[in-house]
């Protein structure tokens, strides 16, 4: 697969030029205010960009007759040219999708489906979900937040860290995990559960002061004797744990798309600089010190391109029923790792391009250096993937 079809192309403009629009003039601003734009939310929700992987009857455009939608892949298209204006608007649909709606169209019961997923896919409403805790992050088994069940409800006691979209204005929802027991040998069971916002002993703390993603919203989450109905249990009890490792490989596919969007702007940003910089009487760009660093950046983003398409086009084909799950959960992690570390060092590049410009503000270029690190953490940092790769070299264990 050498170039994506005319249909994603088509929609890759739609997008483009939405984020021009939309996004581009006001970003700067936002990220100097740590403002999180809920009024872009139900825009993107009339773009579509919620819904594109959400079945038609809930509000969605996917056609789940149709095996070559290539739903997913359109998806990363999106979260790619959002990631080329501005990485935090990228991760709000990225989240949003991947740890917002995913989990609840793949577990939820169609109650549950019906009640959430349509705003949702509106954009009239965000979801986040809160795995890490502030002693649980990459061996995320070791979650601590309790749920015991009293008659019909669960009581949830505990606390989480980092969620994203999970305190703006119009988050309806968060799906959290939680120990509901102990499994026959003798190891927590973990079990995902939804709490609405609002239930009461339920509250998004403060918002965190972050090194980049200004435009995101990030929250710690505590419980204190929260109550839900029994059925807000999202999926079978006990699989909790095995749900969210499934959903993070999406995530991670979506994360590489971003990734991609952030190189690929480093690329445009450092070539047209170095095209008109001039010193020693001559554009920058004509010295090999500097259009090495540019061929460099454009290998990155050509690497970072094919690994986040393949991968999406695999997660595509598992949906079809032609490609297996650990097929995808490989290729995920590779783009993912290899993504996110080019995008590190793409920065460094553009900013050394820059010269003392690229330290300044009024360049987008020192807003994408501080936003890249994020990408080597979120959803399974640089360690975590090494090791999923890892185990899927056949290595005696
Ligand atoms: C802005 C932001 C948004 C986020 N959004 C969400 C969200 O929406 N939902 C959510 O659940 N989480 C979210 N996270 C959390 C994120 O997924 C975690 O931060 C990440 O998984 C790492 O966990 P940790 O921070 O606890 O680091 P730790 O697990 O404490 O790791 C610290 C370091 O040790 C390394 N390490 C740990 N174990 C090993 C090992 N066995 N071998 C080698 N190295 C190891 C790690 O790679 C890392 O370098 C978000 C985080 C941030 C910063």
Redesign the pocket.
């Given at each position: 697969m050498f170039e994506l079809s005319q249909d994603h192309e088509d929609f890759r403009k739609v997008v483009r030029d939405f984020a021009q629009r939309e996004v581009e003039p006001h970003v700067a601003q936002w990220d100097k205010d740590s403002y999180f734009p809920t009024e872009l939310v139900p825009k993107m929700g009339d773009l579509g960009l919620f819904g594109l992987v959400v079945p038609e009857e809930l509000g969605g455009s996917l056609d789940e007759n149709d095996k070559d939608s290539g739903a997913f892949t359109s998806l990363c298209v999106a979260i790619e040219e959002l990631g080329r204006v501005d990485q935090s608007i990228g991760i709000t649909l990225s989240?949003g999708v991947g740890?917002g709606i995913n989990p609840i169209l793949s577990y939820g019961t169609e109650e549950q489906k019906q009640q959430w997923l349509p705003d949702l896919v509106a954009g009239r409403a965000l979801a986040?979900?809160?795995?890490?805790e502030p002693d649980?992050?990459?061996?995320a088994g070791a979650t601590r937040t309790k749920a015991e069940r009293d008659g019909d409800e669960w009581v949830v006691n505990g606390a989480?860290?980092?969620?994203?979209?999970?305190g703006t204005d119009i988050t309806s929802v968060v799906t959290v995990t939680a120990r509901t027991g102990t499994d026959d040998t003798g190891r927590p069971e973990i079990s995902a559960i939804m709490i609405p916002s609002g239930t009461p002993g339920f509250t998004a703390e403060e918002p965190?002061h972050?090194l980049g993603?200004h435009i995101?919203d990030?929250h710690g989450l505590s419980f204190d004797n929260v109550r839900v109905p029994a059925s807000n249990l999202l999926g079978e009890q006990g699989n909790g744990f095995k749900q969210f490792l499934k959903t993070l490989d999406d995530g991670r596919i979506a994360i590489s798309a971003l990734a991609l969007g952030l190189i690929e702007r480093m690329l445009a940003e450092s070539t047209a600089y170095a095209s008109s910089r001039t010193a020693f009487g001559k554009p920058i760009a004509v010295n090999q010190g500097i259009s090495f660093q540019l061929a460099d950046l454009a290998v990155m983003a050509e690497t970072s391109r094919v690994l986040t398409y393949k991968a999406a086009w695999l997660k595509d084909e598992h949906d079809a029923g032609r490609r297996s799950v650990a097929e995808v959960k490989k290729a995920a992690a590779i783009a993912k790792l290899y993504t996110s570390e080019a995008a590190v060092t793409a920065t460094r590049i553009a900013t050394q391009v820059f010269g003392g410009n690229g330290f300044m503000e009024e360049y987008p270029v020192a807003r994408f250096y501080r936003d890249a690190k994020?990408l080597e953490?979120?959803?399974?940092?640089?360690?975590?993937q090494r090791?999923v790769i890892a185990r899927h070299l056949g290595l005696p264990s």
């Open positions: 989240a740890l986040g979900f809160g795995l890490t649980a992050g990459s061996d989480k860290a980092f969620i994203t979209n999970s965190y972050k993603w995101s990030t994020i953490i979120g959803e399974g940092t640089s360690e975590v090791m």
